[in-house]
């Protein structure tokens, strides 16, 4: 596999405070509630630096576990992890505005890992696996808008 990681991430303007968002976002056990791939997640650790996500993912018929820790905490900022299996970094950064908050969600990553490149086949292909990521991370802010605005 020669092709580079396609670019992941968009932003929301939400109407809620960052305080509340990041009660939201800080809450990462919380994160299948909202990711379209996300099945389960189980934090190990002080939610903070260093914390490790178990995750359970699943796309159509394949099902994967996943091992993050937690890479940037900064209260009502921004957070990170980064998983082991792709080399993913995932970041949430939440932004005041005048008239709430923009939040911003992006996958990092500047080259697939070998357990990457191996899941390719199983997942439909790396590009077509971007897409899918990109529309998720967009369908992830939708849902915490919609929890954060209630």
């Not at 800080?26 to 178990?54: C, H, N, Q, W």
């Not at 923009?102 to 990092?108: E, I, S």
């Not at 899941?119 to 897409?131: I, K, N, T």
């Amino acid at each position: 596999m020669s092709e580079q990681p396609k670019n992941v991430g968009t932003s929301l303007e939400m109407a809620a405070t960052p305080a509340r968002i990041w009660d939201v976002l800080s809450d990462l056990g919380r994160m299948p509630e909202f990711s379209p791939e996300l099945r389960r997640a189980y934090v190990i650790g002080k939610p903070g630096i260093g914390a490790t996500i178990i995750g359970i993912n699943r796309r159509k018929a394949v099902v994967w576990p996943t091992t993050s820790k937690v890479v940037r905490w900064e209260p009502e900022q921004a957070v990170a992890w980064r998983t082991r299996e792709s080399g993913a970094t995932w970041v949430y950064e939440l932004e005041p505005t005048a008239t709430g908050t923009k939040v911003t969600g992006r996958r990092v990553l500047s080259a697939y890992t070998i357990p990457s490149k191996l899941m390719v086949p199983f997942l439909g292909g790396a590009a077509g696996h971007d897409d899918e990521l990109n529309s998720g991370i967009a369908a992830t802010l939708a849902k915490i808008k919609t929890a954060v605005e209630a």
